[in-house]
C-alpha cells in the first residue's frame, strides 16, 4: 500500500506533467486544435484528455484492451499504449491509540482514500474488428443565418443588433442583463459573437474587474468549442486571442482546463436540448 507521501507525490508527478504538456501544446500552437480534441472526450478528465492529446492527438475513440474486446474488436500488431491515470477507491487501515477508562489502548480504524494508477488505453484507429456506430453531433441547418436566429432565441437575455463603437464587435451587459452585437458585422461574425458573449452571460464569474485574463481565456475556450461542436469556423476565436490573455503560461490554462471542459459541456447540453424542443414544436 503506498503511503500518503508516495500519494502526495504521485499526484504532484501526474499535474506536472499536465502542465509541461499545456505548456508544450501552447509553444507549438496547438491549443485550437487541442479544444476541438476535448469535444470527442466527454466522459475524461482535464488532466486525462491533456494527456490523450500530448501521445495520441489525432485519436477520436479512445478504450482500454477489455473494452474493445467486448465490442468485438482487436489489437493490430504493435499498437501503440496511450497511458493515462485512474482512480481507484482503497480503504486502508491504521492503528490508534485511546484512553478508555484511564488506560491507552490501541485500537485499528479504517479509512477511504483515492489511489491513482496508470493505465493504458488504445484508439479505435489501432483496433481491426466490428464497425462502431459514430454519433451524429452537426446541427441539422447548414444556413448561419438560421443558426444566428436559434441563438438568439436560446439565449437567456435580450441581443440587440445596433452599431457599436469603432473595434468593439459586441458586449454582455451584467448590470442590463442583455447582449449587444454590432449589427454591421457579417453573419458568421455575428455567431461567433454571440456564442462569445452568451458564455460571459451564462458561465462567466470572475470578476472582469480583477480577473479579466481569466474571464476572456475561460470565455474564448468554452466559446470556440461550442462553435467547434456545431461544425461552425469559428475564426474570431482565435489561439492568438487566448494565448494573448494567458500570457504564455500554462498554469492558466491547467487550473481552468477542468472549468472549461465542465461549461463547454454544459453549454453544447442545453442548446441541443433547446434544438430538439423546437423541432418538437415544429412538428
Known amino acids: 500500500m503506498k503511503s500518503k507521501y508516495n500519494r502526495k507525490a504521485k499526484a504532484k508527478e501526474i499535474f506536472e506533467k499536465v502542465v509541461s504538456n499545456v505548456q508544450s501544446i501552447i509553444q507549438n500552437g496547438e491549443y485550437e486544435k487541442y479544444l476541438k480534441f476535448q469535444n470527442q472526450f466527454t466522459k475524461y478528465s482535464f488532466n486525462n484528455t491533456v494527456l490523450i492529446f500530448s501521445q495520441f492527438p489525432d485519436a477520436t475513440n479512445i478504450a482500454g484492451k477489455a473494452k474493445w474486446k467486448e465490442l468485438g474488436r482487436e489489437l493490430i500488431k504493435d499498437a501503440k499504449r496511450i497511458q493515462i491515470t485512474a482512480g481507484m477507491p482503497v480503504q486502508g487501515k491504521t492503528k490508534v491509540k485511546k484512553i478508555v477508562d484511564g488506560k491507552e489502548i490501541e485500537e485499528e480504524q479504517t479509512y477511504n482514500y483515492i489511489a491513482y494508477k496508470s493505465v493504458y488505453v488504445y484508439d479505435i484507429s489501432q483496433t481491426i474488428g466490428e464497425p462502431i456506430p459514430l454519433e451524429v453531433k452537426m446541427l441539422s441547418s447548414e444556413n448561419m443565418g438560421s443558426f444566428f436566429e436559434k441563438l438568439k432565441q436560446f439565449s437567456k437575455f435580450p441581443v440587440y443588433e445596433k452599431e457599436l463603437e469603432q473595434g468593439v464587435k459586441g458586449y454582455y451587459s451584467p448590470k442590463n442583463k442583455e447582449i449587444a452585437i454590432e449589427k454591421r458585422l457579417l453573419i458568421d461574425a455575428k455567431v461567433a459573437v454571440l456564442l462569445h458573449e452568451l458564455t460571459h452571460g451564462l458561465y462567466d464569474d470572475f470578476n472582469y474587474k480583477t480577473d479579466r485574463n481569466l474571464s476572456e481565456v475561460f470565455v474564448e475556450s468554452v466559446a470556440y468549442m461550442v462553435a467547434d461542436y456545431f461544425g461552425i469556423d469559428n475564426s474570431m476565436c482565435s489561439f492568438n486571442y487566448?494565448?494573448?490573455?494567458?500570457?504564455?503560461?500554462?498554469?492558466?490554462?491547467?487550473?481552468?482546463?477542468?472549468?472549461?471542459?465542465?461549461?463547454?459541456?454544459?453549454?453544447?447540453?442545453?442548446?441541443?436540448?433547446?434544438?430538439?424542443?423546437?423541432?418538437?414544436?415544429?412538428?
Open 242 to 283: 487566448i494565448t494573448q490573455y494567458s500570457k504564455g503560461n500554462p498554469k492558466i490554462l491547467v487550473d481552468l482546463g477542468t472549468k472549461i471542459k465542465k461549461c463547454a459541456s454544459e453549454f453544447i447540453k442545453e442548446l441541443e436540448e433547446f434544438e430538439v424542443q423546437e423541432e418538437q414544436l415544429a412538428a
